[in-house]
């Protein structure tokens, strides 16, 4: 299950990697966004490895980890994708199952509770993807999988855009896709808009990089939409962007539970074998036995 839903405000524990079912143009992203404590540092790790580890035993939630590389220190994002409300349930319904299988209600009660004392603020939100102002997005599961598990980096800008512009920045961002797609061979551009937990309308600008090296020598906007259609961007991007804010995350797969096509692609990354060792190593308690397995008292090693 989700920390969002046993805590009641906050999002679920959550992932950029889609079930294989599900078709990489749809759905939703659900976002969860902490500030962790300096102090707490040590112990929010942990608490992520004890959950990550009975969601990969016991077939509950899937989600991949994020913690900042540029931008405010000490914030994580957990970032999942969820079929449609009704998804976002069932994700938690099966993830706080697999918790409970792993734990037993009092041990799951107490991570819940030691998550949310890490924290110095948390942000949920839910963003609908936003296929039709992507440039190059994927276009079937497989190509999506692939995307996501080769990638160890995520750069996105968040854009806020001032009341009564959104159709003008959507306007923006379509022109900007199509000029970017007459060259196939430019790396996707993904974009989402918050639905829910924002106070206006914000947007999200997301590329995905298998090291920092790729984010060099990209091609400039101004290359893209050559000069007359830069200088265009450039007035309707000052009449409708109030702020925006960039950050770059890198993915953390010992706190991250991406399901099997996503996984697979790169599995010595996302399945190291400390962490294989260590879940199949792990043995449910009895019922009603809310002790710590033994498997989870040593910290799981980055990668």
């Known amino acids: ?37 300096p102090e707490k540092m040590t112990e929010f790790n942990l608490v992520n ?15 991949i980890a994020m913690e900042t590389l540029y931008g405010e220190g000490g914030v994580y994002q957990f970032t999942s994708i969820r079929k449609d409300y009704a998804d976002i349930d069932k994700s938690g319904e099966a993830g ?35 296929m039709d102002l992507s440039r190059n997005p994927p276009t079937e599961p497989e190509s999506y999988a692939k995307l996501i598990g080769e990638s160890r980096l995520l750069r996105t800008t968040a854009v806020h855009i001032r009341a009564g512009h ?37 947007f999200y ?21 050559g000069d007359e259609g830069f200088q265009e961007f450039q007035k309707v991007n000052a009449n409708a962007v109030e702020t925006a804010e ?24 996302w399945r190291p074998k400390t962490m294989a060792t260590s879940a199949s190593a792990s043995k449910p308690k009895a019922k009603g036995d809310a002790a710590e397995p033994a498997s989870t008292k040593q910290p799981v090693k980055k990668q």
């Open 49 to 63: 490895k004890k959950w990550a580890e009975a969601n990969r035993r016991f077939n509950g939630d899937h989600w």
């Open 205 to 225: 600008v997301t590329a995905l990089r298998s090291s920092l090296a790729g984010f060099d020598h990209n091609p400039t906007l101004r290359q893209i939409l």
């Open 96 to 130: 706080m199952a697999a918790v409970g299988k792993a734990y037993g209600k009092e041990a799951t009660v107490k991570l819940i509770q030691d998550f949310e004392n890490c924290l110095e603020w948390s942000r949920a939100e839910l963003r609908r993807r936003r």
């Open 1 to 37: 299950m989700s920390f969002r839903k046993a805590l009641g405000a906050l999002v679920a524990v959550v992932c950029l990697a889609a079930p294989v079912a599900v078709r990489a143009q749809e759905d939703y992203l659900d976002v969860l966004v902490v500030k962790v404590k």
């Open 246 to 269: 960039s950050a770059i995350y890198r993915f953390l797969p010992d706190i991250s539970n991406p399901p099997e096509e996503i996984a697979k692609v790169a599995a010595g990354f």
């Open 166 to 202: 959104v159709p003008e920045f959507e306007a923006l961002l379509k022109g900007v896709k199509q000029a970017g797609e007459k060259n196939p061979d430019l790396p996707p551009l993904l974009v989402s808009q918050v639905v829910e937990g924002s106070r206006g309308a914000t």
